[in-house]
């Protein structure tokens, strides 16, 4: 039974960055990849990005190319999902997904 | 990147309804849909992938199927745990795109 474990809420203020880790469990890590979404209060789900973990470098929806760096950590199971440049319309809840199964979900709230 | 489009935007039904949710993509995706659905507070949930595969504790009520890039998920009796939003997302290539989502509501 694979299960996905994130971080926790994060406050941040603009210009800063946002780190946020994911833990599968359950599955061998390196099989296949995990992607992050995002879901603005009331609004829908946006793909951000993916990375499989033994791959260089990740695939990025085109919004977030600049400023997203996906890495992985094979050896213990995590990946992880920066953001930068965080503005007041990066205020959301971050999610990532493994073998169809969801994190719980990771709220930023970016406010001055 | 390919356009997912979803209708109806929202639906109201009463329990024991059959309700049919569409998507449709801009161009063909052969059948690599996944529905997902969303209760509020929660994080999504996938009912099928590959267009039609119920995914395993999935009540057999919820059912998918497509023509072309006509895809659709029926809720053949329609129960009120089902009050949730329902985004399709295309897994066809990169990026993914999801749907804008349907919001089911219970008369």
């Known amino acids: 039974q694979v299960r996905v474990v994130q971080s926790g809420t994060e406050v941040k203020r603009p210009g800063s960055s946002v780190k946020i880790s994911c833990k599968v469990s359950?599955?061998?890590?390196?099989?296949?990849?995990i992607d992050w979404v995002r879901q603005a209060p009331g609004q829908g789900l946006e793909w951000m990005g993916g990375i499989v973990p033994f791959s260089p470098s990740g695939t990025f929806g085109h919004r977030f190319q600049a400023r997203l760096t996906l890495t992985a950590d094979p050896s213990t199971g995590t990946a992880y999902m920066e953001l930068g440049g965080l503005t007041a319309e990066d205020t959301a809840t971050y999610f990532c997904t493994y073998l169809s199964q969801w994190g719980p979900g990771t709220l930023v709230t970016v406010s001055s | 990147a390919i356009r997912m489009t979803q209708s109806p935007t929202s639906l109201s039904a009463s329990v024991g309804d059959r309700v049919t949710i569409t998507c449709r993509a801009s161009q063909g995706i052969r059948k690599d849909l996944v529905w997902l659905q969303q209760k509020p507070g929660k994080a999504p949930k996938v009912l099928i992938s590959d267009g039609s595969a119920l995914k395993s504790g999935v009540p057999p009520r919820f059912r998918g199927s497509w023509t072309a890039t006509y895809f659709t998920l029926t809720i053949t009796s329609l129960q009120p745990e089902d009050a949730a939003t329902y985004f399709c997302l295309q897994e066809y290539n990169y990026p993914r795109v999801f749907g804008p989502g349907t919001r089911v509501e219970i008369k």
């Open positions: 359950g599955d061998s890590f390196n099989k296949y990849g």
